[in-house]
């Protein structure tokens, strides 16, 4: 089994930067595909940044949200990474880390991901 513990949130302004760490345990990530995904209140989960094992270490965004974030895995501490910038209202959200046993997934659906994260809030404050 894998436990994905989530950190980093919390409240924020407009315009700051946010780093979001998700700490696997139990079990060795580096052959997983690993994402991002948030949820806002009344939405659907939605995918925002992965890092497969292909490629180098690929990591691959969602389109409305490219350039504004930057995915990476550090293997040997087992963790995966999330940076925001220019943090507007409509990033406030739950964030989730997954995980994929897939290795060389691009997957964006959250039903292709094995573990799940608690998740952890951003409130990005106007």
């Known amino acids: 089994q894998v436990r994905l513990v989530e950190s980093g949130g919390g409240l924020v302004q407009i315009g700051e930067p946010l780093r979001l760490s998700c700490a696997a345990f139990?079990?060795?990530?580096?052959?997983?595909?690993l994402a991002w995904f948030r949820q806002s209140s009344g939405k659907n989960r939605e995918f925002v940044a992965g890092?497969?094992?292909?490629?180098?270490?690929?990591?691959y965004y969602a389109g409305s949200l490219n350039d504004r974030l930057i995915t990476w895995r550090d293997n040997t501490a087992n963790t995966l990474y999330l940076e925001i910038h220019s943090l507007k209202p409509d990033d406030t959200a739950v964030y989730y880390c997954?995980?994929?046993?897939?290795?060389?997934?691009?997957?964006?659906?959250?039903?292709?991901?094995?573990?799940w994260g608690q998740g952890t809030q951003v409130t990005v404050s106007s």
């Open positions: 997954a995980a994929d046993e897939n290795g060389g997934s691009q997957s964006r659906y959250v039903g292709d991901f094995d573990y």
């Open positions: 890092v497969n094992t292909w490629r180098r270490l690929s990591a």
């Open positions: 139990g079990r060795a990530v580096n052959t997983y595909t």
